[in-house]
């Protein structure tokens, strides 16, 4: 290439490359873009170019399909070159990193109802389970019960079973039958009612916890909460007034919070796959279970009112549940690092990232080492970057797995 110029040299390059007599020092070095998922969008906005360098390091540009012998293998920089595989791959997948909470899910307030003096409290951390005491009032326990419908009546025998029924009987009914305090066949025929068999599985209750066996559960000992109680914290005194908050709750369910700014909800969806990174550097699957619909800004006061250093972009709130519960240890409250799947494709050819080059005109291109040992420019299409493997899924007349792609060396 010491004679001729390339059909696309442009008229500042064709001074260079057409005056043998200009010295070497005068012509500039080759350049190549390399380019990542973000630097790709910034090249091409400021209408990058590619340009390669003969052995004696004059420097112009190549159209697409020029083939061109390569001696040196050295970058404008001085930086040697490698090649690359463009490979067949089964999937690759696109995920967004962000900041997560691990913890437990739900969030309970048990309210203290009746009167009297509370004479024992669970301490923090402790699980307390269906049929089993949470507190106690004046000596007597305060049993849980499983339920959404929170208490709010004495529930005791009518009249008849019709006299008593609602969603508060069913759950009772319910939990008694869980416990093995009454057989579901004598009360599957109405579940809502308080019947003899509700009655009869009270009185087993009763029995269970050491107390009188009315076969009636009075309004402040028992509560319904949604499930399992581990308790978070304890608001309640000893020797104080039975009314009001008690203790605070969670579920026993794992659970990952991620405050993900309200811009990128539509790149989440329930169900998206994702991988937790926890605090010992174990990674562990988990799946995205909801989605927040409402954002919120988080306060950017400082206590006194002044302005504060809080980040102040919305964000809506990204529940995830981890597969592996036992994986997720025990810890609450424990930062992690969440890689969500917010794409897959299958069946496609890719190359490294850094494999890709920005073009003058615009688009891609490849640079492929033939078997003859040419290089050839090969225009692609990108399109999924998966950053797990620094892999860009390409494709282009002209390609085919196995060969090799021009790459910076490691």
């Known amino acids: 290439m010491t004679g001729a110029t390339p059909p696309s040299v442009t008229s500042e390059r064709a001074e260079l490359v057409e005056d043998p007599g200009v010295p070497l020092r005068r012509r500039r070095r080759r350049r190549w873009l390399l380019v990542a998922p973000v630097v790709v969008v910034a090249l091409v906005g400021a209408g990058a170019y590619v340009e390669r360098t003969n052995p004696h390091g004059i420097s112009f540009s190549h159209p697409l399909g020029v083939q061109h012998h390569t ?3 050295v970058q404008d920089n001085d930086a040697a070159t490698s090649t ?32 009297g003096t509370i004479t024992a409290l669970p301490a923090a951390g402790q699980l307390i389970r269906q049929g089993r005491v949470l507190y106690r009032v004046d000596g007597h326990p305060v049993v849980l019960l499983y339920g959404s419908t929170p208490a709010y009546r004495t529930l005791a025998e009518g009249a008849t079973a019709a006299d008593v029924t609602g969603q508060d009987v069913a759950q009772l009914n319910h939990d008694l039958v869980a416990l093995g305090y009454a057989n579901s066949s004598d009360v599957d025929w109405a579940w809502d009612e308080f019947g003899w068999a509700t009655k009869a599985g009270i009185e087993t209750l009763q029995h269970h916890l050491g107390v009188d066996q009315t076969g009636t559960l ?3 000992g028992y509560v319904f909460l949604p499930t399992a109680a581990r308790v978070t914290a304890v608001s309640a005194t000893l020797g104080g007034p039975v009314g009001g908050p008690v203790l605070s709750a969670s579920s026993t369910a794992r659970q990952v ?9 539509s790149e989440v969806k329930a ?14 699957p988990g799946t995205v279970s909801s989605v927040g619909m409402v954002a919120t800004t988080p306060s950017t006061s ?3 009112g002044s302005s504060g250093n809080e980040d102040s972009t919305p964000t809506i709130p990204v529940l995830i549940r981890p597969i592996d519960l036992h994986a997720t240890g025990t810890l609450d409250q424990a930062p992690v690092q969440v890689a969500i799947t917010t794409a897959t494709v299958h069946d496609v050819l890719a190359v490294p990232v850094n494999a890709l080059l920005a073009l003058s005109g615009g ?7 033939n078997g003859d040992g040419t290089h050839q420019l090969v225009s692609v299409s990108p399109g999924l970057f998966d950053d797990a493997v620094e892999l860009v899924q390409v494709s282009g007349s002209g390609l085919a797995a196995g060969q090799r792609v021009v790459v910076p060396a490691s």
């Open 302 to 304: 400082g206590p006194s």
């Open 84 to 115: 690359a595989r463009l490979t067949r791959r089964s999937s690759l997948s696109e995920t967004m990193p962000v900041n997560g909470t691990l913890g437990y899910a739900g969030s309970y307030t048990v309210l203290g109802q009746g009167q």
């Open 257 to 265: 919070t991620v405050n993900l700014e309200a811009a990128q909800q």
């Open 271 to 284: 169900g998206d796959h994702v991988t937790i990174t926890l605090p010992n550097n174990q990674t562990t």
């Open 363 to 369: 688009g891609y291109a490849v640079e492929v080492l």
């Open 71 to 73: 001696t040196t293998g």
């Open 218 to 220: 009075a309004l402040g």
